[in-house]
């Protein structure tokens, strides 16, 4: 019994934190350390965006910015100045609308890169390529496991599985950018709770650094090592 309650405060103080971090907060409430000025003016952009965009599309938040980080360099690519285009989406014989013609580096046999020219979906603004991002996703059968996924590691998994992008670690990036700046703030309520855990976790391991932790919550909680 004694051993149980020292459990239940364990997990009591790891949920501050957690409660703390304001994971359950739709919009972000602070820009992690490590961006520039300019990437948190991006990540506050598409955030709101992808946020309202969530409620209808069923497509993941945290996600569809993530892939927005990743495929146009906080914005900063040719594609995104040049295009609107965040996503990297290409122009196939579905897309009526404007492209833009560059070239792309694609990996075939999962090691090696090659250089391809390749025409883009383009677009009149940011919000309308984050809505052709929605659509892309749910008028193709290939993406069904993405949407309405509320597992950020899932959903960034399902979405390599389909075939989204053809680098080896498409997936581990996603992960890596939403883990890294607390993206899964922008997925409020429940959808947000499993971004929680790690960040929780590395308050934790840096507070330990400074003042004790009870035994307890490093037994329960902290990996060893």
Not at 11 to 21: G, I, N, Q, S
Request: glycine share 10%; with cysteine.
């Amino acid at each position: 019994m004694k051993t149980h309650r020292r459990y239940f405060k364990a997990l009591a103080a790891l949920l501050t934190v957690a409660l703390l971090l304001g994971g359950f907060s739709a919009t972000a409430s602070a820009a992690p350390s490590g961006m520039t000025q300019a990437q948190k003016n991006f990540v506050a952009t598409v955030g709101a965006m992808a946020s309202a965009d969530m409620r209808r599309s069923g497509v993941l938040a945290s996600l569809t910015i993530a892939q927005a980080i990743l495929e146009s360099g906080w914005g900063t690519s040719t594609l995104a100045k040049n295009a609107n285009a965040l996503f990297g989406i290409k122009a196939d014989s579905r897309w009526n609308g404007r492209v833009y013609s560059k070239s792309a580096l694609e990996c075939y046999d999962g090691v090696n890169y090659t250089s391809e020219v390749a025409l883009f979906r383009a677009y009149d603004s940011w919000q309308h390529s984050l809505n052709d991002h929605s659509a892309f996703l749910n008028t193709g059968s290939r993406y069904k496991a993405v949407i309405g996924e509320t597992n950020y590691r899932r959903a960034c998994n399902a979405i390599h599985r389909a075939g989204y992008a053809t680098g080896p670690d498409y997936a581990r990036k996603l992960i890596d950018l939403i883990e890294k700046y607390g993206l899964t703030d922008y997925d409020g309520g429940v959808m947000g709770l499993a971004g929680m855990v790690p960040r929780a976790l590395g308050f934790l391991r840096d507070a330990s650094a400074a003042c004790p932790l009870s035994k307890e919550i490093k037994t329960a909680f902290l990996p060893r090592g």
